[in-house]
């Protein structure tokens, strides 16, 4: 399995900008296809972003679709998740996710990361 780990989850206000990072080991990143999932308190947890192993090809959840931005670097084995105009709402722990020889459109994680706090006051 591969070992993931995110970054960049801090408390901001509502309107601004922030980008997630997950960081993957192993030399095999690429056969993975990468997702995001947030829980938030209360809540299920909730699918945000996937992305197909060559980056070619993403699919978002209704509730983010315009404002967030997934995306992947395969040579350094990293995953973003570019949020703006965050609201109240996104707030939740972000979590990383890989799906060994998946896709976005059919996503059922392998491995997950430990998770990032994402706090958006009004």
């Known amino acids: 399995q591969v070992q993931l780990v995110e970054s960049g989850g801090r408390l901001v206000q509502a309107g601004d900008s922030l980008i997630l990072s997950c960081a993957a080991s192993?030399?095999?990143?690429?056969?993975?296809?990468m997702g995001w999932f947030r829980h938030a308190p209360g809540k299920e947890r909730e699918f945000v972003a996937t992305?197909?192993?060559?980056?070619?090809?993403?699919n978002y959840a209704d509730s983010v679709k315009g404002r967030f931005t997934i995306s992947r670097d395969n040579a350094k084995n990293t995953v973003s998740l570019q949020m703006n105009s965050l609201q109240p709402g996104d707030t939740a722990v972000y979590y990383c996710?890989?799906?060994?020889?998946?896709?976005?459109?059919?996503?059922?994680?392998?491995?997950w990361g430990q998770g990032t706090q994402v706090t958006v006051s009004s």
């Open positions: 996710a890989a799906h060994k020889f998946g896709s976005p459109y059919s996503f059922n994680p392998d491995s």
């Open positions: 192993g030399h095999t990143f690429s056969i993975y296809a």
């Open positions: 992305i197909s192993r060559n980056g070619g090809t993403t």
